[in-house]
């Protein structure tokens, strides 16, 4: 693609004319080869401008910054006031735009994005649209799976992978949105068909992040601004900013006066089943409604979901079957080990996810609550406290292990935890090495327990040591039913 294509759009300054072919974009200096563009992003920690020499000297001729650099004559420097914003722009123009040919639903709120996206992609795929998915747990569209780093990655990996899926047949998308990936520009030139708000809390708060609430919660709004349409949860007292410069036609949902509404919410448990069932209201129809996911925040998930085909004009009640089937890797995900007891995979790793799940789980039936968990190595002690004081209030034993320790002895994060379980008056088990924490745990329960294993979810490595380790809870627990003859 010529230079000049690439740039369309973008405010600029060149002092030649910009016909050189150009094969790609790249912002990181290693990949910048004969042929790139080397964007210069600024950075928390690193700013690209520092490494376009190093970008030269691997044959890179192209380079795109904020400041003029001191470079060899035969380069070309185009100067944008914003790198970041930029590279948006010259991506979307490097794929095509694929995004005008896809229906995005972009998701953004402090919890449920991961869920409401499964369930979303779920019920599009059983109405006859195939559709991808981008977030927490990675990009995929069937069953081929595209690393990412972020949440919401940056924008050349953003618009390469709308690209991909729209080659392979994808017809429709659903991604997390975060608010580091408003603010960051990662989403611009992103045609959002549908923007969804599930709630709002306190979080991304701190250095090289959000600076206050406020500032986080107007990023996340920035959604409400260019999504085509707006699904929103009115419980969540933040709705009406988030929808303060909307000018889309909104669809609501709440557990009452809403468009889309849950009424009879029951919990459902059986041996490879833990989920809730409620009767959806919309103006147009009553119809029931069950969820392969436990816990009343996934009732509003659900809505969320309803309402997001409802604003596309598609039937739900056609295809709501798919609930009942709905498996997200990581999330409050129930492994099935044999018909007496409950195992539990989620990502909860703070207090108040902790103690989100922990609730969810005993307004069930249960017997004995056992919870195993660590908690990152170097980082926060004031996380250590909130998740030592929860479980030692909320369950019958916290098995405390590791979770990527990196370069902080495990036995240490384990001691600290374990004094303020013991603090809250519970019980708890110290084993560094996870998988045999996990095999330990499976070993203790009996009839109508239920087991947490908290704080990996799907991840599958641990970090030890500066290195990552592929490491699978899912693996210590086939180990665990093959010696126990449960295979």
């Known amino acids: 693609m010529l230079l000049k294509d690439v740039l369309n759009g973008i405010v600029f300054s060149l002092d030649s004319e910009a016909n050189v072919d150009i094969k790609d974009i790249v912002y990181d200096s290693r990949k910048a080869l004969d042929g790139t563009i080397f964007v210069c992003l600024r950075g928390a920690r690193f700013d690209g401008h520092e490494y376009a020499k190093s970008a030269y000297d691997n044959g890179c001729r192209c380079f795109m910054v904020e400041t003029l650099l001191d470079l060899p004559d035969d380069s070309l420097q185009i100067k944008v006031a914003n790198t970041r914003a930029s590279l948006a722009v010259a991506s979307a123009n490097f794929f095509g735009h694929p995004t005008k040919q896809l229906n995005v639903i972009g998701i953004t709120g402090t919890k449920g994005k991961t869920s409401t996206a499964h369930l979303v992609k779920a019920l599009l795929e059983a109405s006859g649209i ?101 699904v929103v949860n009115v419980d969540d007292p933040a709705y009406s900013t988030m929808l303060k410069n909307c000018k889309s036609p909104i669809t609501t949902y709440a557990l009452k006066d809403a468009d889309v509404i849950a009424e009879n919410v029951k919990l459902l448990k059986n041996n490879r089943f833990i989920g809730i069932s409620f009767d959806c209201k919309t103006n147009e129809s009553s119809f029931y409604t069950e969820v392969a996911l436990p816990g009343l925040f996934n009732v509003y998930n659900a809505l969320a979901a309803i309402a997001v085909l409802r604003s596309l004009g598609i039937r739900a009640e056609d295809c709501i079957d798919a609930l009942k089937e709905v498996r997200v890797r990581g999330r409050a995900e129930c492994v099935y080990v044999c018909d007496d007891y409950d195992v539990i995979i989620d990502y909860a790793h703070n207090g108040l996810s902790m103690k989100s799940m922990l609730d969810t789980l005993k307004s069930y039936p249960h017997n004995h609550i056992y919870v195993l968990y660590g908690a990152v190595g170097g980082r926060t002690q004031l996380r250590r406290k909130e998740l030592g004081l929860i479980t030692g209030k909320e369950c019958d034993l916290s098995i405390l292990t590791s979770d990527d320790p990196d370069f902080e002895d495990p036995w240490n994060i384990i001691n600290e935890i374990g004094q303020y379980v013991t603090e809250a008056g519970g019980k708890f088990v110290g084993i560094p090495d996870r998988g045999e924490a996990v095999e330990y745990a499976l070993g203790l329960l009996e009839k109508g327990d239920i087991l947490l294993l908290a704080g990996k979810g799907h991840e599958q490595y641990m970090k030890v040591n500066g290195e990552y380790v592929p490491f699978s809870e899912r693996e210590h627990i086939e180990i665990f039913k093959k010696r126990r003859g449960l295979v």
């Open 130 to 230: 195939k559709c991808g998915i981008i977030g927490t747990v990675g990009a995929y569209y069937d069953d081929v799976e595209i690393p990412t780093v972020n949440t919401t990655p940056e924008s050349y990996e953003l618009q390469k992978i709308f690209k991909i899926m729209l080659d392979n047949g994808c017809k429709a998308c659903v991604i997390e949105v975060s608010s580091i990936g408003l603010m960051a520009h990662r989403v611009d030139c992103v045609d959002f068909k549908v923007g969804v708000f599930t709630n709002l809390s306190p979080d991304h708060i701190g250095p090289n992040e959000h600076p206050d609430f406020e500032d986080y919660m107007y990023w996340k709004s920035v959604l409400f601004e260019i999504a085509e349409n707006a």
